[in-house]
Structures are given as structure tokens and as C-alpha cells.
């Protein structure tokens, strides 16, 4: 019923940039808080980023200065600015949203199925 779709990861050196998008589509009624989490190999996968419907933002102490999270609540996207890129950011990056879907009545988590994002000395 829900899809939640990524793109723009890739293959970047260190100190560069990459945004990230995902974008949500299905029968959807509202889209509260979306975020962005990251798994590297033998990690367990946490949080990059986060944004509310009302904007309000928060990141993990290791990205914080470099990434940006944004959304386009009318087009049920989210964004995640990358920027001064590290080594230690490879990972397959998670796009989540805590969306109503018409038919349940009520907020479920949905998960994209990532997207890799590698970044090279």
C-alpha cells in the first residue's frame, strides 16, 4: 500500500557531497516524522537524522554541521544533504516515514530499502 522510494547514493571521495531523496507514495493520509538511518557492515543500524511535519530537526552527534535534513511535505519527500563526507559515513542509508495509510487509521512505520552510499579516502 505504501512504497517508500530512495535515490542519489553512490561512490564519493572523501569531503564531498552527496543528497540523498526519498520520496513516499501510496494511499496515504498524512506522513508524520521521516528520517534517515544508516547501517554499515556488522553495525546495527541507527539514526542519521530526523525531521517532524513541522520541521523540527535532529541528528545524530556525528553528522551534525555536515548533514542536512529537509522535507517537501507536499510531495511526501524527504531529503537528506550530505556534505564534507567521511570514510566512516559508508553505509546503506534507511529513508523512514511513520505514515497513516487510508484503510489502517493509524501511524505505521514504513522503511525504504536503502540506498549505499560509500565514501573513499
Known amino acids: 500500500q505504501v512504497q517508500l522510494v530512495e535515490s542519489g547514493g553512490g561512490l564519493v571521495q572523501a569531503g564531498g557531497s552527496l543528497r540523498l531523496s526519498c520520496t513516499a507514495s501510496?494511499?496515504?493520509?498524512?506522513?508524520?516524522?521521516m528520517g534517515w538511518y544508516r547501517q554499515a557492515p556488522g553495525k546495527q543500524r541507527e539514526l542519521v537524522a530526523g525531521?517532524?511535519?513541522?520541521?523540527?530537526?535532529n541528528y545524530a552527534d556525528s553528522v551534525k554541521g555536515r548533514f542536512t535534513i529537509s522535507r517537501d511535505n507536499a510531495k511526501n519527500t524527504v531529503f537528506l544533504q550530505m556534505n564534507s563526507l567521511k570514510p566512516e559515513d559508508t553505509a546503506v542509508y534507511y529513508c523512514?516515514?511513520?505514515?497513516?495509510?487510508?484503510?489502517?487509521?493509524?501511524?505505521?512505520?514504513?522503511w525504504g530499502q536503502g540506498t549505499q552510499v560509500t565514501v573513499s579516502l
Open positions: 523512514n516515514g511513520r505514515i497513516w495509510v487510508v484503510s489502517q487509521g493509524f501511524f505505521s512505520d514504513y
Open positions: 501510496g494511499n496515504i493520509l498524512s506522513i508524520n516524522g
Open positions: 525531521i517532524t511535519n513541522r520541521g523540527i530537526t
